[in-house]
Protein backbone atom coordinates (compact mmCIF):
# COMPACT_ATOMS: atom_id res chain seq x y z
CA UNK A 1 0.00 0.00 0.00
CA UNK A 2 2.65 2.10 0.76
CA UNK A 3 5.08 0.66 -2.07
CA UNK A 4 8.31 -0.06 -0.33
CA UNK A 5 8.40 2.84 1.85
CA UNK A 6 8.41 0.52 4.83
CA UNK A 7 11.78 -0.94 5.30
CA UNK A 8 11.26 -4.12 7.48
CA UNK A 9 7.84 -5.08 9.88
CA UNK A 10 8.93 -5.41 13.52
CA UNK A 11 5.97 -6.28 14.90
CA UNK A 12 3.01 -8.23 12.63
CA UNK A 13 -0.65 -7.64 13.16
CA UNK A 14 -1.14 -11.38 15.02
CA UNK A 15 1.57 -10.66 17.46
CA UNK A 16 -0.56 -6.88 18.37
CA UNK A 17 -3.35 -8.71 18.39
CA UNK A 18 -2.61 -11.64 20.67
CA UNK A 19 -0.16 -8.86 23.21
CA UNK A 20 -3.88 -6.83 23.26
CA UNK A 21 -5.44 -9.91 24.86
CA UNK A 22 -2.73 -11.18 26.96
CA UNK A 23 -2.97 -6.98 28.10
CA UNK A 24 -6.44 -7.03 28.14
CA UNK A 25 -6.40 -10.34 30.51
CA UNK A 26 -4.44 -8.50 33.05
CA UNK A 27 -5.38 -5.32 33.27
CA UNK A 28 -9.07 -6.48 34.21
CA UNK A 29 -7.86 -8.64 37.14
CA UNK A 30 -7.20 -5.65 38.88
CA UNK A 31 -10.53 -3.75 38.37
CA UNK A 32 -13.73 -5.55 39.62
CA UNK A 33 -16.49 -4.79 37.33
CA UNK A 34 -18.74 -3.75 40.01
CA UNK A 35 -15.61 -1.01 41.64
CA UNK A 36 -17.56 1.40 43.26
CA UNK A 37 -15.35 4.09 41.48
CA UNK A 38 -17.36 2.97 38.85
CA UNK A 39 -16.47 1.58 34.91
CA UNK A 40 -12.90 1.52 34.76
CA UNK A 41 -11.90 4.80 32.64
CA UNK A 42 -9.69 4.66 29.39
CA UNK A 43 -7.93 7.80 28.50
CA UNK A 44 -6.68 7.30 25.06
CA UNK A 45 -3.82 10.06 24.10
CA UNK A 46 -4.56 10.99 20.51
CA UNK A 47 -3.94 10.36 18.39
CA UNK A 48 -0.97 7.29 17.90
CA UNK A 49 -3.27 5.51 20.55
CA UNK A 50 -6.40 5.54 18.41
CA UNK A 51 -6.44 1.39 17.53
CA UNK A 52 -4.73 0.17 20.68
CA UNK A 53 -7.40 1.78 22.66
CA UNK A 54 -10.05 0.63 20.74
CA UNK A 55 -9.04 -2.98 20.48
CA UNK A 56 -7.95 -2.96 24.22
CA UNK A 57 -11.67 -2.05 24.64
CA UNK A 58 -13.75 -4.60 22.85
CA UNK A 59 -11.24 -7.17 24.40
CA UNK A 60 -11.29 -6.48 27.86
CA UNK A 61 -13.39 -8.13 29.79
CA UNK A 62 -14.97 -5.45 31.94
CA UNK A 63 -17.35 -2.28 31.29
CA UNK A 64 -15.04 0.44 30.35
CA UNK A 65 -15.40 4.29 28.93
CA UNK A 66 -13.26 6.23 27.08
CA UNK A 67 -12.30 9.67 27.22
CA UNK A 68 -9.96 11.21 24.46
CA UNK A 69 -6.80 13.53 24.96
CA UNK A 70 -4.38 15.42 22.47
CA UNK A 71 -1.15 16.56 23.49
CA UNK A 72 2.01 18.48 21.79
CA UNK A 73 5.47 18.72 23.52
CA UNK A 74 7.56 21.56 21.82
CA UNK A 75 10.30 20.18 20.12
CA UNK A 76 11.36 18.88 17.13
CA UNK A 77 9.44 16.21 15.43
CA UNK A 78 11.43 13.32 16.56
CA UNK A 79 12.21 14.28 19.93
CA UNK A 80 10.61 15.64 22.86
CA UNK A 81 11.48 18.45 25.29
CA UNK A 82 8.88 18.05 28.11
CA UNK A 83 7.69 20.76 27.55
CA UNK A 84 3.88 19.86 27.23
CA UNK A 85 1.08 21.48 25.74
CA UNK A 86 -2.95 20.07 25.39
CA UNK A 87 -4.59 20.32 22.65
CA UNK A 88 -7.88 18.95 23.12
CA UNK A 89 -8.72 18.29 27.30
CA UNK A 90 -10.79 15.74 28.68
CA UNK A 91 -14.49 15.71 28.39
CA UNK A 92 -14.99 14.99 32.00
CA UNK A 93 -13.90 15.21 35.15
CA UNK A 94 -12.15 12.33 36.67
CA UNK A 95 -12.24 13.08 40.04
CA UNK A 96 -12.84 9.43 42.48
CA UNK A 97 -12.65 7.22 38.83
CA UNK A 98 -10.15 4.49 38.59
CA UNK A 99 -8.36 6.13 35.67
CA UNK A 100 -5.75 3.86 33.31
CA UNK A 101 -3.98 5.91 30.14
CA UNK A 102 -3.71 3.93 27.23
CA UNK A 103 -0.37 5.22 25.26
CA UNK A 104 0.95 4.30 21.66
CA UNK A 105 4.68 4.65 22.66
CA UNK A 106 7.25 5.84 25.41
CA UNK A 107 10.44 7.14 24.22
CA UNK A 108 12.14 9.68 26.99
CA UNK A 109 9.07 9.25 29.32
CA UNK A 110 8.75 12.91 29.62
CA UNK A 111 5.40 13.58 28.02
CA UNK A 112 4.30 10.69 29.80
CA UNK A 113 5.71 11.68 33.40
CA UNK A 114 3.63 15.43 32.66
CA UNK A 115 0.41 13.81 31.64
CA UNK A 116 0.33 11.43 35.05
CA UNK A 117 1.20 14.82 37.14
CA UNK A 118 -1.64 16.55 35.14
CA UNK A 119 -3.74 13.74 35.67
CA UNK A 120 -3.10 13.29 39.39
CA UNK A 121 -3.75 16.99 40.16
CA UNK A 122 -7.53 15.89 39.57
CA UNK A 123 -7.88 13.68 42.13
CA UNK A 124 -8.47 10.16 40.81
CA UNK A 125 -9.18 7.27 42.68
CA UNK A 126 -6.38 5.46 41.05
CA UNK A 127 -4.08 6.20 38.15
CA UNK A 128 -1.91 3.53 35.80
CA UNK A 129 -0.30 3.30 32.86
CA UNK A 130 -0.92 1.05 29.65
CA UNK A 131 1.72 1.29 26.56
CA UNK A 132 1.94 -0.64 23.41
CA UNK A 133 5.49 0.36 23.20
CA UNK A 134 8.55 1.11 25.05
CA UNK A 135 11.62 2.78 23.84
CA UNK A 136 15.21 1.70 25.63
CA UNK A 137 15.63 5.64 26.68
CA UNK A 138 11.86 5.29 28.92
CA UNK A 139 13.92 2.86 31.06
CA UNK A 140 16.32 6.41 32.31
CA UNK A 141 13.05 7.84 33.09
CA UNK A 142 11.36 7.21 36.55
CA UNK A 143 7.66 7.38 35.19
CA UNK A 144 5.87 3.91 36.61
CA UNK A 145 4.47 1.69 33.62
CA UNK A 146 1.80 -0.72 35.03
CA UNK A 147 1.61 -2.20 31.93
CA UNK A 148 4.22 -2.64 28.75
CA UNK A 149 3.28 -4.63 25.44
CA UNK A 150 6.69 -4.55 23.80
CA UNK A 151 10.41 -3.16 24.38
CA UNK A 152 11.56 -2.27 21.35
CA UNK A 153 15.21 -0.97 19.71
CA UNK A 154 15.41 2.78 19.61
CA UNK A 155 14.58 3.07 16.02
CA UNK A 156 11.41 5.42 14.73
CA UNK A 157 8.53 3.14 13.92
CA UNK A 158 5.40 3.20 12.64
CA UNK A 159 1.99 1.98 12.08
CA UNK A 160 -1.19 0.81 14.18
CA UNK A 161 -1.80 4.74 14.99
CA UNK A 162 1.93 5.81 14.73
CA UNK A 163 2.67 8.50 12.00
CA UNK A 164 5.19 9.53 10.09
CA UNK A 165 4.23 13.03 9.23
CA UNK A 166 0.27 11.95 9.65
CA UNK A 167 1.37 8.81 7.17
CA UNK A 168 1.27 5.16 7.93
CA UNK A 169 -1.30 5.57 10.65
CA UNK A 170 -3.55 2.63 8.78
CA UNK A 171 -1.10 0.01 8.93
CA UNK A 172 -2.29 -3.11 11.18
CA UNK A 173 1.44 -4.00 12.20
CA UNK A 174 4.48 -1.92 13.77
CA UNK A 175 7.30 -1.48 10.95
CA UNK A 176 10.58 0.77 10.34
CA UNK A 177 11.08 3.32 7.38
CA UNK A 178 13.08 2.94 4.63
CA UNK A 179 15.77 6.27 4.91
CA UNK A 180 15.18 7.08 1.66
CA UNK A 181 11.04 8.56 3.13
CA UNK A 182 13.07 10.89 5.81
CA UNK A 183 15.21 12.45 3.23
CA UNK A 184 12.79 12.69 0.25
P1 LIG B 1 8.41 10.88 24.89
O1 LIG B 1 9.85 11.06 24.45
O2 LIG B 1 7.90 12.10 25.59
O3 LIG B 1 7.65 10.81 23.50
O4 LIG B 1 8.23 9.61 25.66
C1 LIG B 1 6.50 10.11 23.33
C2 LIG B 1 5.82 10.56 22.06
O5 LIG B 1 6.77 10.72 20.99
C3 LIG B 1 6.26 10.21 19.80
N1 LIG B 1 7.14 9.12 19.34
C4 LIG B 1 6.99 8.41 18.20
N2 LIG B 1 6.04 8.47 17.24
N3 LIG B 1 7.13 6.72 16.07
C5 LIG B 1 6.12 7.62 16.17
O6 LIG B 1 5.27 7.66 15.30
C6 LIG B 1 8.11 6.59 16.98
O7 LIG B 1 9.00 5.75 16.84
C7 LIG B 1 8.03 7.50 18.12
N4 LIG B 1 8.83 7.66 19.22
C8 LIG B 1 8.23 8.66 19.93
C9 LIG B 1 4.86 9.73 20.12
O8 LIG B 1 3.96 10.74 19.76
C10 LIG B 1 4.84 9.53 21.60
O9 LIG B 1 3.58 9.71 22.21
MG1 LIG C 1 3.42 11.45 16.04
Keep these: MYGDDIASVLITEEQIQAKVGEL ?8 PSDAPEGDLL ?3 VLKGA ?3 MTDLAQALPIPTQMEFMAVSSYGSSTSSSGVVRILKD ?15 IIDSGLTLS ?7 SRNPASLEVV ?3 RKPDALRTHVDVAHVGFDI ?4 VVGYGLDYAERYRDLPYIGTLDPKVYSS
Excluded: H, Q
Design 24 to 31: AELIAKRY
Design 42 to 44: LVG
Design 50 to 52: IFF
Design 90 to 104: LDKDIAGRNVLIVED
Design 114 to 120: WLKRNLS
Design 131 to 133: TLL
Design 153 to 156: PDEF
